[in-house]
């Protein structure tokens, strides 16, 4: 069993940065896309920022295009999400996700294959 672990959550006031990594327990662990998903308490999975192996494939949602920036090591199997500018209504718990498909990571699908544990981001206005 995979597990992603991730690290950098915090509280930081609004305009301040962040960075987020996540981790693989399995050096093998190659996934075509992976990526962020948010979710506030009460609230759905929202859909973040993800990467796949395509070269060049990085997409994002409207709310944090152009302020956070995702980028993947494959030789770590680790994915990073540096936000910048941060805005109170970015506070959420932060999930690292991973699955073989990029339209279930899009749409932040229940049944994405691999979940890590989250992190909380909390801004403060």
């Known amino acids: 069993q995979v597990q992603l672990t991730e690290s950098g959550g915090g509280l930081v006031q609004a305009g301040d940065s962040l960075r987020l990594s996540c981790t693989t327990s399995r050096r093998s662990f190659t996934p075509y896309a992976m990526g962020w998903v948010r979710q506030v308490p009460g609230k759905e999975r929202e859909f973040v920022a993800g990467?796949?192996?395509?070269?060049?494939?990085?997409f994002y949602a409207e709310s944090v295009a152009g302020r956070f920036t995702i980028s993947r090591d494959n030789g770590k199997n680790a994915v990073y999400l540096q936000m910048n500018s941060l805005k109170p209504e970015d506070t959420a718990i932060y999930y690292c996700a991973a699955d073989p498909s990029r339209d279930r990571l899009l749409r932040a699908a229940p049944d994405v294959r691999y979940w890590g544990q989250g992190t909380q981001v909390t801004v403060s206005s």
């Open positions: 990467s796949t192996l395509t070269a060049g494939d990085t």
